[in-house]
Every structure is written in structure tokens, then in C-alpha cells.
């Protein structure tokens, strides 16, 4: 097989949001907008010295281990993935904090505290697969920004796609740690960096954020669901909402192509998906390389079709259409949903993890095959087979139908962040921001809509819910960032001005990537379920699109 891909969505594991940039409305002039408010900065700042004092305070839930200062210039760190990461910090205190959950678990929390820089805010940073962190990118942008950040390891020290510490030696889960890792953890940095902040600054945060993505936009929405006090404002990015049901569909991609025998070549792959943007995309009157809207093109239309790594078979676009239809159960009912049309879905190789994306194929001993997304083939290993030494490839149907409900039923209540009920997260005042690309090739964007349906229906309707919560649909986006659509430039800044200044989000701005075919275009992405609509005359005039319900 010759591996070219001229079709490259870029897709990237979550990455830190820098925040400088205005996304509140579509008519920022040139998007640049203050890190904060006056209304939120502290009347005065404490000196580096008082760092090393916390290691002295009792905490009666948790220990301080360490508290130290770290100056300010470049710093190398290691990611939650073992690749080692450079970053640029201002002056902070760093503190080291450990609590103890019920079976003896050790919880790490890391807390950034800017010494001279302070905001007034408060940030929690969440995880990525199955790694809660430390995310130190994202502490990286929120100390720049000015904030008190956290983030924790949830008691466990496996990368995005280790698993391992959800099954016990003797076979058992270890729902200890899945209730760490889902929400408990999460829940107690912010008790615990919250009352070190305060210790710290000698004030309480006047605002406080939760900011994650994937994982972490899973665990923002268990924060919104299960502890509506604990943030003012929460952004979800790309959230990883019904875990029990979108990680089992993740592996109906490898299925598909093992019962048909006909692993697709990457070119392929991309041949499908070249075809169906270059099919759907003028049809929102505009043509820059993104589908804007719901695409049905037929894969067969290509069939016969030269690629570099054969002709494109009919057989080809049979299994091309299994994978965007999504998983089906032996009565050949839905099970979840697929990728839309155009999703880079195979994804690439990324260091320190695996393939980025569902179909991945690549070639072993002369011979093309499949390459599970290490987090779906971590979550049937060690939670719903119980064996860590699992083969994917001995999955019939019949057991991924049954193993697919036996996910649900067996941990929905631990993993599951659906409940369609906000109204605690409303009474309590809070506000959240939630967005999701269609190019998403990890979580698909179907399951995000749906949910966000579920609570309008749940909660009295769209114009009572955008009152607190709003989601956004980026299309052509991937998973976090990447792809070829508008990415969201700025939604934490948007919060910040919903939750301190009341300016609700009519749009948020958003900004075609570099190596895009409209690369730095901006444009106005709409709250869900209102889309984008282009009424011209100028695709580069954020004044020729508005939100079409």
C-alpha cells in the first residue's frame, strides 16, 4: 500500500486555549480584547515569599506536599502521554497537593499560582482520554491569562489510552478509581484549589471556571450535572458525553471492515472523504473546503474511481457506508451514531498514543489491517471483556452487540454525563458554553446534538436553556481543534463576558485554520440547533452569514 494522503484534517489531542481574544459577538474588529476584568482582579497581589508558607497549614481533607516557586522563562515538563513539552511560564507558585480516597488511592493535585499576575479567577483544567493530567498546557495558558489554575491526576498514572487501572488483578473493575477518574476527582481539586487560593491570595476567587475538552469536556459536564456549585462558568469542548454508548461505536469501524474482509487503505479513506466535501460543500452557497450542513452523499458514486492504493471497489463503498451509518446490532437497529460525511475518520499516528481516529489501517507483515482507537480498545479490554490481554480481532457481532449493552448497563451510572436536567446548574446561576466539530473523528458531533435536545425538550424549550447554557457546532473542526472549519477562537473569553458582564453569546467567533483552503476567514458560529447560513455577497465579510434556525 502507498501511504499518501492528500486529504489531511488535521486532527490534534486536546491542546490549552489561550485566552486573548474576543468571542462574545460577531463584529470584534480585529478579536483582541482584555484578559480580564477590573471587577475581578484582587486590590492587591501577595509576594512569592508567602509561596512556601502553605506547606505549614493543616488542610483537614488533603496535605500540601510541596509549595514552591518557579520562576519565570521556559520550563520542560512531560505530558500525560510521556512526550516531553516545553512551556513559557510567568512567575508561580507551584503546589503539590495529595488527598487519599477511600481505598487508600493516592489523588495528586497540581495547583499554578500566578505570584504577581493574578486575575481574580480561579480555572479547573480537565483530562483527555483516560489521563486526567497534569494538563500543563492548559495550566500553561490559564496562568498566562492571570488565573489560579488546577488540575489533578485522579488517582492514576496511565496515559490518554491506559486503562489498565480500571481492572483489579483478580479481574474485577476497580470502580474506585472509575468514579475518581469520572468525576469525584475533579469534584475535590476544586474543593481543595479553591480553599489553597484563598489561602494563598488571602481572598477567595472572585470568578471561577472549569475548561476542558473531550475528558475534560466530559468532566465539565459531570461538573454542570453533578455538582452545579462548584464553577460559575463551564466550558465543554468536544465533550465526551454518553461514554457507555460513543467508546463501544468507536470500534464499529475496525467490526465493518473485519466482517467484509476489506480493510480500506487510507487513500481510500480519504478518497471517500475528498468526494463527499467536494459534493457538499457549495450546497451552503459558499465553497471553502467545509460542509456546513447535513450531507447524504452516496459513497457508490465513486466507485471505479483510481486511487493510489487501487481502484475504488464497490465492496469499498459498501464498508464506506457501514462506518458513516454507524453500529448496528444483529436486528440491525441503530445502535449510535456514525462520523458525518467528510470526517477525516481514520485519523493519524500520534506520538506517545496511537491512531487519532476510528479506521486507521496500516500494514503488518505485508498484510493490511486494522488499528483500533487505543481508547475503545482499552475500554473493551479492561471494563467490559475483563482481560488486558484481549485481541480485538476475535469480536463477532453477536458479542459487540452484547458487550455494547452490557457497557451501559453496567457503568452508565459511573461514566454516563446525560442527564438532561440542568435545572441545579441553573438555579445555582451558573453559565456554560459547550461546542463540538463536525470533523470530530473520536467523539461524534450526532451524540452532542442529541443531548443538547434532551435538555431543550427536558427544561421547557431552546429560549429558557440559552439563558445559561448554549452549544455551538464548528463544522469541519476536529476533535479539540484541527480540520479544515472555523475553530472557535476564543469561547473561554465569551464565558468570562456571560458570566461577569452578562453578554450572552449570540455567536461565537470563529477562525478557518492555517492550511485551510479559506485559511484566516472568520466566521460566526450559531447556537445549536440554529446553523450557519451564508447570504453573501462576501464569504470573507462576517456580515454575509447569520444563524438560520
Not at 509549595?67 to 512551556?87: D, F, H, K, W, Y
Request: proline share 7%; charged share 20%.
Amino acid at each position: 500500500m502507498v501511504n499518501n494522503r492528500p486529504f489531511r484534517l488535521r486532527t490534534q489531542l486536546a491542546a490549552g486555549l489561550v485566552a486573548v481574544v474576543c468571542a462574545t459577538t460577531v463584529g470584534c474588529s480585529d478579536g483582541k480584547t482584555s484578559n480580564s476584568t477590573t471587577s475581578a482582579r484582587p486590590s492587591a497581589a501577595p509576594t512569592a515569599s508567602d509561596c512556601s508558607t502553605l506547606e505549614s497549614i493543616e488542610f483537614a481533607e488533603f496535605d500540601v506536599v510541596t509549595a514552591t516557586v518557579v520562576p519565570a522563562g521556559p520550563r520542560t515538563m512531560t505530558s500525560e502521554n510521556g512526550i516531553p513539552i516545553q512551556t513559557e511560564l510567568p512567575e508561580l507558585c507551584e503546589v503539590v497537593a495529595v488527598r487519599t480516597d477511600a481505598d487508600a488511592n493516592k489523588v495528586t493535585e497540581t495547583l499554578w499560582l500566578p505570584t504577581t499576575t493574578w486575575n481574580g479567577r480561579f480555572q479547573g483544567v480537565g483530562g483527555g482520554g483516560y489521563s486526567c493530567g497534569p494538563k500543563y498546557k492548559a495550566l500553561e495558558a490559564a496562568v498566562k491569562a492571570g488565573y489560579a489554575a488546577v488540575t489533578t491526576n485522579c488517582g492514576n498514572a496511565g496515559g490518554s489510552g491506559d486503562a489498565a487501572f480500571l481492572l483489579n488483578d483478580d479481574g474485577s473493575v476497580n470502580t474506585t478509581l472509575m468514579r475518581n477518574w469520572a468525576y469525584d476527582a475533579i469534584h475535590w481539586m476544586t474543593r481543595d484549589g479553591k480553599e489553597i487560593t484563598a489561602k494563598y491570595y488571602q481572598q477567595a476567587p472572585s470568578y471561577t471556571y472549569f475548561n476542558g475538552c473531550s475528558t475534560g469536556g466530559r468532566q465539565a459536564m459531570s461538573e454542570a450535572q453533578r455538582f452545579p456549585d462548584d464553577y460559575d462558568g463551564i466550558l465543554a469542548e468536544s465533550p465526551a458525553l454518553n461514554w457507555t454508548k460513543f467508546v463501544p461505536s468507536e470500534m464499529w469501524a475496525q467490526l465493518a471492515m473485519k466482517m467484509a474482509n476489506n480493510p480500506l487503505p487510507l487513500c481510500k479513506q480519504d478518497a471517500f472523504s475528498v468526494a463527499a466535501v467536494a459534493a457538499c460543500d457549495p450546497e451552503d452557497g459558499v465553497t471553502d473546503g467545509v460542509i456546513m450542513g447535513t450531507c447524504t452523499w452516496d459513497p457508490r458514486r465513486i466507485v471505479g474511481t483510481a486511487t493510489d492504493c487501487g481502484v475504488i471497489t464497490q465492496a469499498d463503498a459498501d464498508v464506506m457506508s457501514s462506518i458513516w451509518d454507524g453500529p448496528r446490532g444483529e436486528d440491525g437497529r441503530q445502535l449510535w451514531f456514525g462520523p458525518p460525511r467528510g470526517t477525516d475518520v481514520a485519523g493519524e499516528i500520534s506520538p506517545g498514543f496511537g491512531p487519532s481516529g476510528v479506521s486507521y489501517t496500516e500494514q503488518q507483515n505485508d498484510q493490511l489491517v486494522g488499528v483500533p482507537f487505543p481508547i475503545t480498545e482499552a475500554w473493551f479490554a479492561n471494563s467490559l471483556v475483563r482481560d488486558r490481554n484481549w485481541d480485538w480481532k476475535t469480536l463477532t457481532p453477536e458479542q459487540y452487540t452484547q458487550l455494547f449493552h452490557y457497557s451501559i448497563e453496567q457503568f452508565g451510572a459511573i461514566m454516563d454525563t446525560d442527564n438532561p436536567d440542568l435545572s441545579a446548574f441553573e438555579n445555582s446561576g451558573g453559565k456554560l458554553i459547550a461546542w463540538h466539530g463536525t470533523g470530530d473523528n473520536q467523539i461524534f458531533s450526532p451524540g452532542t446534538e442529541q443531548y443538547f435536545d434532551r435538555v431543550h425538550s427536558t427544561m421547557g424549550g431552546r429560549s429558557t436553556v440559552d439563558e445559561f447554557a448554549r452549544l455551538f457546532i464548528a463544522p469541519g473542526v476536529g476533535h479539540c481543534r484541527g480540520g479544515q472549519g472555523p475553530i472557535p477562537t476564543d469561547p473561554l473569553n465569551a464565558l468570562v463576558a456571560w458570566v461577569e458582564n452578562g453578554v450572552a453569546p449570540d455567536t461565537l467567533r470563529a477562525t478557518m485554520p492555517e492550511g485551510a483552503p479559506a485559511a484566516g476567514r472568520v466566521i460566526p458560529l450559531c447556537p445549536y440547533p440554529s446553523r450557519i447560513d451564508y447570504v453573501g455577497p462576501n464569504p470573507d465579510d462576517q456580515a454575509s452569514y447569520r444563524c438560520q434556525s
